[in-house]
């Protein structure tokens, strides 16, 4: 680093002064003390002429001394300076090597630098006329370009928000670029107020956690899935008809459910097949799912044929009506089935439940209540509904399903759909 030269004191220049202002000071006397006569002025002016020679000789060492450190003081102002281009040069080529984009702000948020990442990361953020505008302006200037996607349409509140976090965060700051790039921002303030901003490519960081997400996303998905009809499974009806459950007994509301059962579905399979019978349950599923209304209401593959309807705050008419739907739903699909006794085209038999559950009860009560009567409406027929009867509530599990129909059965607990 250059350095100011430092030069001795001017001694000779000042004795020489002194000596010279002596001498006149020699010659003043001198002709105060003499008594004029024909040769008196001889001497002091001799003292005199010494003297003002030495003051021009001191005065001409005096410049000479003053213009070599001003020539020394320049030549090292301006090796200074050269120090100081160059130690910028490599300081700016040295962090242009650097893989992270770089910003500096002065005291006054004005920016004083920035490295050539920046602009590999997210071209055009910055040109050399750039340099010396404070932050606003230039965040301003990339939402206008379209840099920011996140601050388009909602630029003062998306900009207030910046400003009120700026160079305070303890973690970074995830940001948005145009071209689906994402990146992280970490700011510090220096102890003079410099403002250091860094910013990193975490492009595909943030895609493949997103990619991770998705997949998990669908696992979870396919876990409630059930594979053949895409509609919802064992599982994700166990799990929706515990918290239904719960919520009606805390409200007091009902909770109603359909048990579905495809009529001869084996010899479905046997006369047309394995492939043709999962494209059938296709079939019933997107009938019943086209039945579904309200919100929270769900239709489930239970198992095998058989799926399940289960209506949240639905009362016994509505499940009713409900029922009715998908027997009229299912023969509108006309799914033919040659090899069933009860008639021409695939049917269904249902059994309905419906329940305000109390604290006492459990959730596989108003199962087996529906199931009671969905076989009751396989013995009387097929191709109906039933609804659970007092006794269904409280029926054993080794109890045979297969009854023999009452003579005067009300139409509210049995419905036959003629095909």
Not at 224 to 247: C, H, K, M, P
Not at 351 to 370: F, N, R
Request: proline fraction near 5%; aromatic fraction near 6%.
């Amino acid at each position: 680093m250059a350095t100011v030269p430092n030069p001795s004191p001017p001694n000779g220049p000042a004795l020489l002064a002194v000596i010279s202002i002596g001498c006149e000071g020699v010659a003043l006397w001198w002709l105060a003390a003499q008594q004029p006569d024909a040769g008196w002025a001889t001497g002091p002016i001799a003292w005199a002429a010494v003297g003002l020679l030495g003051m021009v000789a001191s005065t001409l060492w005096f410049g000479l001394r003053a213009r070599t450190t001003r020539q020394a003081m320049d030549q090292a102002m301006q090796a200074a300076q050269q120090e100081a281009v160059r130690t910028r040069q490599m300081m700016a080529s040295s962090l242009d090597t650097l893989d992270v984009g770089l910003e500096i702000y002065d005291e006054h948020d004005r920016l004083v630098m920035y490295n050539k990442r920046i602009n590999l990361m997210h071209p055009n953020l910055h040109t050399p006329n750039d340099i010396g505008k404070t932050f606003i302006p230039l965040v301003r200037g990339n939402i206008e370009k379209g840099l920011i996607p996140s601050a388009v349409g909602r630029e003062d509140e998306w900009l207030a928000q910046r400003m009120a976090t700026r160079g305070t965060r303890t973690e970074p700051l995830l940001q948005e670029l145009a071209g689906d790039q994402w990146i992280h921002t970490y700011e510090t303030r220096t102890p003079e107020g410099y403002l250091v901003a860094v910013r990193v490519d975490v492009t595909d960081l943030v895609r493949k956690t997103r990619a991770l997400e998705e997949s998990n996303r669908l696992l979870a998905q396919q876990s409630i899935t059930d594979s053949v009809t895409g509609i919802g499974n064992r599982s994700l009806f166990d799990q929706t008809l515990a918290t239904e459950w719960q919520r009606a007994a805390r409200n007091g509301t009902e909770l109603s459910l359909l048990l579905v059962d495809v009529d001869h579905f084996k010899p479905y399979n046997d006369h047309y097949g394995h492939v043709a019978g999962d494209e059938a349950l296709r079939r019933v599923a997107r009938s019943l799912n086209d039945c579904v209304r309200r919100a929270g209401e769900l239709v489930a593959r239970y198992g095998g044929e058989e799926f399940v309807m289960l209506l949240p705050g639905a009362s016994l008419a509505h499940a009713v009506v409900m029922a009715q739907q998908c027997l009229e739903r299912l023969q509108h699909e006309a799914i033919a089935h040659v090899a069933s006794p009860t008639g021409p085209l695939l049917s269904c038999s249902i059994g309905l439940a419906s329940v305000q559950p109390a604290t006492h009860q459990i959730p596989d009560q108003l199962i087996k209540a529906a199931d009671a009567a969905m076989y009751r409406a396989k013995s009387f027929g097929r191709a109906r509904f039933e609804i659970a009867q007092p006794s269904d509530w409280t029926i054993e599990k080794d109890t045979p399903r297969t009854l023999v129909e009452p003579a005067n059965l009300s139409p509210l607990h049995s419905s036959k759909l003629c095909l």
